[in-house]
């Protein structure tokens, strides 16, 4: 709740915030949305936790439990979920939904993910 207080969200005046519990640390990162005047360069709340815990590990992050707030339903979008999915298919996360708190592992919100072929050798 308190990520979604330094939201700045300059054109839609949606306040998002999320915070996540990171592998390998004790401590929760959190981030929240930031809006430019061209709205081309739009950062979602779950993409500044993301980005955040990858700059203070100096690498790939691995989200344990990520949860996100806003006023009303604030599911993640389908690219915040990829990103989320892609650091850890078996992530809980929880967001406001239909009047109550939905939680779920983040492969459960995105059934059908993107994902490249391995590579060979």
Known sequence: MEAADHASPRFSKFRVGAAARIGGSTDVISGWNVEDQSLAAVLHAEQAV???????????????RMAIWGHGDVPP???CRQMIVDSNPAARVLFPYGGGILVAAAEELLPLRFSLPPTPG
């Open 50 to 64: 993301l980005i955040a815990a990858g700059h203070l590990r100096q690498g790939p992050v691995k989200v344990l």
């Open 77 to 79: 979008c389908g690219r």
